[in-house]
């Protein structure tokens, strides 16, 4: 989807993920502290501009501020996005507190909740009414408790909104981007996934998304699937049948694809500025050089869906909800990832 200069002005929509977690509490911290906390890390933080849609329930973000002990300032309620105003706005969806709410625990009336914030958003971006949307961490038990038990994540969602087949995760962090071959695999299923036409067709769609987002010619370097590269065929064929094939058909279509290398080395270069992203083979591949780099700054966007999403790279940390300790500097990376998007200037973004 490319951005244009018309989808800077319109809202941005936040959801606020499952009210169990930690999703409503970083989201208090980021609107009670935000500005504050971006100034004092000598960041830039979501402009003052920008009208920000909070869409989830006003009992989940109270909790969520509660766990601060601190009070919210008034929001601006809402019922639609052309009402939004400069600053927060709250789209309440009506669904009312479980009587048996408890925070750090699986509840299938906050995983609803939690799916319904993200289908208003989606749908609201794909009709042209919002600029993007922002995420919280959803919880997969939550979700497939309260009945979607086809969609695994935000992603898989979003795919069935749009209707779309081929999507890719992009995580981003200073310094380092990381696309997914895939994602919610088994590592078993997840090999089986190395193909050639897999990994061009993630090539061509790394390519075309980033091209649009304001990434002129983006260097993607692919990460070969077995230890130093497969050893030319000892440690395994991958590279050789699969991963250099669709690297060379990249090249003919004129992109700058460069690869297999070795993954013990791949993000290291990425790092010190050899490629704009590395397109990584399967989740932990990709995750773990994200996380070691830089973990609370990190984001996740997500590619071939024609709207645009960023989220926090964590999940709903049931394990520390309602401690007041939830770390909020990725959401707050998250906002500012969506509005870079948006005015198409990723190139920007995580090379500070």
């Known amino acids: 989807m490319a951005t244009t200069s018309s989808a800077s002005s319109l809202p941005i929509a936040i959801t606020m993920g499952d009210p169990a ?34 869409v989830g329930a006003q009992w989940a973000l109270d909790k969520g501020a509660a766990t601060l002990s601190r009070a919210l300032p008034p929001l601006h309620h809402i019922a639609a996005p052309d009402e939004a105003i400069p600053g927060w706005n709250l789209l309440d969806l009506g669904i009312p507190e479980p009587e048996d709410f408890r925070l750090g625990q699986v509840q299938a009336a906050c995983g609803e909740l939690a799916v319904q914030a993200v289908e208003w958003a989606a749908k609201r971006c794909l009709s ?37 087949s081929q999507t890719a995760t992009m995580l981003m962090t200073p310094g380092l981007r990381v696309v997914h071959l895939s994602t919610h695999k088994s590592l078993a299923k997840a090999v089986e996934f190395v193909t050639a036409a897999q990994v061009l067709g993630k090539l061509h769609l790394i390519n075309d998304t980033l091209t649009q987002w304001g990434l002129a010619q983006p260097r993607i370097a692919v990460a070969a699937l077995n230890p130093h590269g497969g050893e030319g065929g000892l440690l395994g064929r991958e590279e050789i049948e699969e991963l250099a094939p669709a690297v060379a058909s990249a090249k003919q279509a004129g992109i700058d694809a460069t690869g297999p290398l070795p993954a013990d080395s791949v993000f290291n270069r990425a790092i010190a500025g050899e490629f704009d992203v590395v397109l990584a083979l399967y989740h932990d591949q990709g995750h773990i050089a994200i996380k070691v780099h830089n973990f609370h700054e990190s984001t996740t966007a997500t590619l071939g869906i024609p709207m645009v999403r960023t989220s926090v790279d964590h999940g709903t940390a049931f394990d520390i909800a309602g401690k007041g300790i939830a770390d909020a500097t990725g959401m707050r990376a998250a906002l500012d990832a969506a509005q870079a998007i948006v005015a198409a200037d990723l190139g920007g973004l995580t090379k500070q």
């Not at 995420?135 to 009945?147: D, L, R, S, V, Y």
Request: charged residues 25%; aromatic residues 2%.
């Open 21 to 54: 977690g930690v999703g409503p509490e970083i989201l208090a911290r980021t609107l009670l502290d935000g500005d504050k906390d971006g100034d004092a890390r000598g960041k830039k933080t979501a402009s003052e501009h920008t009208r920000w849609i909070l």
């Open 128 to 164: 042209g009414e919002l600029a993007a949307m922002v995420t919280a961490p959803i919880n997969k038990e939550a979700i497939h408790a309260a009945g979607y038990v086809n969609d695994i994540g935000h992603q898989e969602i979003l795919a069935r909104l749009a209707s779309v």
